[in-house]
């Protein structure tokens, strides 16, 4: 079956740096193209960077441009989100999603807590 497991949230202090991976399995990777959203208590899911298939188009959520870098992996099945210069509105559960280019088909990961304390 398809999983997508994230992993590298924690506690990090403002202007900090973490690194998420999201390894899937059960799935051909490289036909996906893979999303990261993030959800804060009392607010609704959002957008933080999206990536093509192939690597070649890439999108941030205007909130985090300038400071999170999407990349990806086809040869190791992983997409990954380096966070830099982390603010405390960044905390939030942090979830990655591959979706079938040209699909609604879609599948997500359980999701990774970050938090940032000032």
């Known amino acids: 079956q398809v999983q997508l497991v994230e992993s590298g949230g924690g506690l990090v202090q403002v202007g900090g740096s973490l690194r998420l991976s999201c390894a899937a399995s059960?799935?051909?990777?490289?036909?996906?193209?893979m999303s990261w959203y993030r959800q804060a208590p009392g607010k609704e899911r959002e957008l933080v960077a999206t990536i093509s298939s192939a690597g070649d188009s890439i999108n941030y959520g205007d909130s985090v441009k300038g400071r999170f870098t999407i990349s990806r992996d086809n040869a190791e099945n992983t997409a990954i989100l380096q966070m830099n210069n982390l603010k405390p509105e960044d905390t939030a559960v942090y979830s990655c999603?591959?979706?079938?280019?040209?699909?609604?088909?879609?599948?997500w990961g359980q999701g990774t807590q970050v938090t940032v304390s000032s």
């Open positions: 999603r591959a979706r079938l280019e040209r699909s609604s088909l879609g599948y």
């Open positions: 059960g799935l051909k990777f490289s036909l996906y193209g």
